[in-house]
């Protein structure tokens, strides 16, 4: 003999399987807005090392003496070489956690007169 | 069932609730990330353009820093007044006020100060948060005072 299939129990099951397929959705959304909030932090990290960077540009071109600045929490690294009357500066903006955020590579002649 | 109910509704609240904070958190930084970058990309932009021997002065306008730029007979100030950045281009000794000012974008304040050949230019917007940068006019720059 055949059990009748309990009307309860069919829509228990539809209900169970419906919450399952939201907590997806809602882990793929939340994921979503997570990394939302993750580029939108980097994108004013990325905004701030180029400024520092460029900066650090001006100064080097000036021939100000500049090396490792640490600023908020950022460190600005200056690599400085001169060959052939040309100065050359690889200018690296990092985050304190060592994330390489911005690299400026400039150069400028040996003799910059800056009236 | 009411408990599956229950537990439905409740993450339905936290996913309204995660992504009204969120995408709230997110505008308010990207408005803020555009005012900076703009306000200051304009500003040394405007000096590399008048970048000329005797062109680029900084000096303050009724009260406010400010940066001169002259070009023959024309002058442009550039300026933060009553809550915005504003540039000012007429022709030198019009007499124009700060107010005669085109805004350009929200700021609160500008700053600028001349440091050794460099001009340290510093935005603060309306978050209150200020960024930097330093430009040095290949042409120098001079200190005009008040004007």
């Known amino acids: 003999m055949k059990n009748p299939v309990n009307r309860s129990t069919l829509f228990l099951t539809e209900l169970i399987l419906d919450l399952f397929i939201f907590i997806v959705c809602t882990a793929v959304c939340a994921g979503l807005l997570i990394t939302a909030y993750g580029i939108s932090r980097e994108s004013t990290e990325l905004t701030r090392a180029v400024y520092m960077a460029q900066t650090a540009a001006e100064e080097f071109r000036t021939g100000q003496p500049i090396g490792v600045v640490a600023e908020d929490d950022f460190v600005v690294t200056v690599d400085a070489a001169a060959a052939n009357g040309l100065r050359t500066a690889e200018i690296t903006v990092t985050a304190k956690d060592g994330r390489v955020l911005y690299t400026l590579t400039t150069a400028c002649a040996e003799e910059v007169a800056v009236p | ?147």
């Open chain 2, 1 to 147: 069932m009411l408990a599956l109910c229950a537990v439905f509704f409740l993450l339905a609240m936290g996913l309204t609730l995660l992504g009204s904070s969120v995408y709230r958190s997110t505008v308010s930084t990207s408005d803020e990330n555009y005012t900076h970058r703009t306000a200051l990309s304009y500003l040394v932009n405007q000096i590399r353009r008048g970048d000329v021997a005797g062109g680029v002065a900084v000096g303050s306008f009724e009260g406010a820093d400010a940066i001169v730029l002259t070009d023959g007979s024309y002058v442009t100030y550039l300026y933060c007044w009553n809550g915005e950045l504003r540039e000012l281009y007429m022709e030198a000794g019009t007499g124009l006020i700060a107010e005669d000012g085109v805004p350009v974008l929200p700021l609160t304040s500008l700053t600028v100060t001349l440091e050794g050949g460099s001009i340290a230019l510093t935005v603060t917007g309306e978050d209150g948060a200020s960024h930097s940068v330093a430009i040095a006019p290949h042409c120098g720059v001079k200190e005009v005072g008040s004007l």
